[in-house]
């Protein structure tokens, strides 16, 4: 990531290949390496890309193969509950690809709730720090724009780099469900992680003045 911040600024540019005056990407969502937007049709080649892809689907609920139709249809679908769900698509900075989504589902207007979910479909933007930054972006809407009070978010027990970077973003433990999920051969317990808005604030600040999230101390990923 620190490459790809030089190669930045050495060419003067916001993106690897256009600069800053031609560039009329969508943008909802801006942080340092990344930023999110609303899907759109071009993206469904990687969308489907990524929901086929078994070393990605092994940690998520899906199960079956998606055509692009069916994914079209989803996202269609989506879109018709936009005050249930938001989906984002994840964007390298870098290189101007979508690397992944990551939505806010079931809102709760009333509760003020929402559950987190995330793909991240490029595996090689797995477990540097590209999760965490997004997730900062998006509970930042959630908390300060949505005025949501609790985000939640599930992970089947052994996806480690789920409950990792949830954790780095504040998200406590809350339980488990026992034997709730079958994956690979066997049955598996649900983590179940929440943040309140006044445990992430502090990551926040500090996230605001360093553009990432800051590594969990040892103790702090038993929790
Ligand atoms: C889960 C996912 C969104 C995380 O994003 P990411 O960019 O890989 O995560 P980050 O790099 O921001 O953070 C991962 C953290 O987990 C930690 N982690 C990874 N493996 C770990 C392990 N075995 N034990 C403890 N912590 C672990 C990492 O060390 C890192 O924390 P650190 O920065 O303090 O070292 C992404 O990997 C992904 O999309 N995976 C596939 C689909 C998926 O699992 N989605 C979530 C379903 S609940």
Redesign the pocket.
């Known amino acids: 990531m620190k490459q790809q911040q030089q190669q930045r600024n050495d060419n003067g540019k916001n993106t690897i290949g256009r600069s800053s005056k031609d560039n009329y990407d969508v943008v909802f969502l801006d942080g340092r390496h990344l930023y999110l937007r609303p899907p759109t049709k071009d993206d469904l080649p990687y969308l489907t890309r990524w929901i086929n892809d078994q070393r ?1 689907t092994r ?2 609920k899906t199960s079956v193969p998606m055509s692009e139709a069916a994914e079209a249809a989803w996202l269609e679908g989506l879109d018709g509950g936009k005050d249930r769900n938001i989906i984002l698509v994840i964007v390298d900075k870098a290189t101007g690809k979508p690397i ?1 989504t990551m939505g806010l589902h079931r809102i709760d207007w009333k509760d003020r709730r929402a559950t987190t979910g ?3 479909g490029d595996r090689r ?8 930054e997004a997730k900062m972006l998006l509970l930042n809407y959630a908390f300060n724009t949505l005025n949501l009070h609790k985000i939640c ?3 089947i027990a052994f ?4 409950i ?2 949830s954790k ?1 973003c504040g998200y406590k433990e809350e339980g488990r469900l026992k034997q709730h999920v079958f994956k690979n051969g066997r049955y598996w317990d649900k983590v179940l992680l929440a943040v309140f808005k006044k445990d992430w604030l502090p990551i926040w600040k500090e996230f605001r003045r360093t553009g990432s999230v800051p ?2 101390r040892k103790k702090a ?1 038993q929790k």
């Open positions: 990605v940690f998520l992944g995330t793909m991240i933007y797995w477990e540097k720090g590209y999760g965490s978010s599930g992970a996806n480690a780099r789920s990792g970077y780095k590594h969990l990923r």
